[in-house]
């Protein structure tokens, strides 16, 4: 299942962003999808995610910022980011898990199926 990010870039503080995650092959019906960061030398975190049932999920950090969307028409994810700050500065991946569970970080994180990640800066 490729999972291909694209939307990363520098913005200033302030600004705004949209990520995609074009996700190919990936025809269960009931899924986890989302989005992670990691920042130089810290831990990876989740950002956002969204189940086939249409719950979403954000991290305390993002909430209110961020938005995160799935176009099933066109098999991509997005995650709108706006009022941008210096700390949401990170490499960005996608993610993609089949489950019939709960969808949620932790279980999101467990997947095989990672996107190559695209990076985005943001300057104060």
């Known amino acids: 299942v490729p999972l291909v990010e694209s939307g990363g870039g520098s913005v200033q503080a302030g600004g705004s962003l949209r990520l995609s995650c074009a996700v190919s092959g990936y025809t269960y019906s009931r899924y986890c999808l989302g989005w992670f960061r990691q920042a130089p030398g810290k831990a990876p975190e989740g950002v956002a995610l969204?189940?086939?049932?249409?719950?979403?999920m954000y991290a305390d950090s993002v909430k209110g910022r961020f938005t995160i969307s799935l176009d099933s028409a066109k098999n991509t994810l997005y995650l709108q980011m706006n009022t941008l700050k210096p700390e949401d500065t990170a490499m960005y991946y996608c993610?993609?898990?089949?489950?019939?569970?709960?969808?949620?970080?932790?279980?999101?994180?467990?997947?095989?199926?990672w996107g190559q990640g695209t990076q985005v800066a943001v300057s104060s």
């Open positions: 993610a993609a898990r089949a489950t019939s569970l709960s969808c949620s970080f932790m279980r999101l994180s467990s997947t095989n199926y």
């Open positions: 969204i189940s086939s049932d249409g719950t979403r």
